[in-house]
């Protein structure tokens, strides 16, 4: 799988460390809440709130420059437009990913 690397954060940094810094902050606020909301909408069966958490969570994979990623996420939210959850698992590998990555940053 994939690692997630900081090259984008350091692309829209433009090497203003104060920059990278909150960027990196907003990224390691966001991504758990919406994770955690992510989290409850699945666990309730809540198709449509998935899929706006999913949309969501897209964004950070993206930012953390994982493409491939992004790719699976993006199929997995048009399933859930089928009220499909195929492609659950492999979403949620990434997630692991992407938190355990957090912690090293």
């Known amino acids: 799988m994939e690692q997630p690397n900081l ?3 350091d692309q829209l940094a433009r090497g203003d460390e104060s920059i990278r810094k909150t960027l990196i902050d907003v990224i390691k ?13 699945v666990k309730n069966k809540e198709f449509k709130k998935i899929e706006g958490n999913v949309h969501r969570l ?36 990434i997630l692991l ?9």
């Open 7 to 9: 090259e984008y954060v």
């Open 58 to 93: 897209k964004h950070k994979i993206s930012i953390l420059g994982l493409q491939k990623s992004y790719k699976r996420a993006n199929e997995f939210e048009h399933n859930l437009r089928k009220h499909s959850l195929e492609g659950i698992q492999d979403f949620e590998k």
């Open 29 to 41: 606020t966001e991504f758990p809440e919406e994770r955690s909301d992510y989290n409850k909408s």
């Open 97 to 105: 990913v992407i938190s355990a990555f957090l912690k090293t940053i």
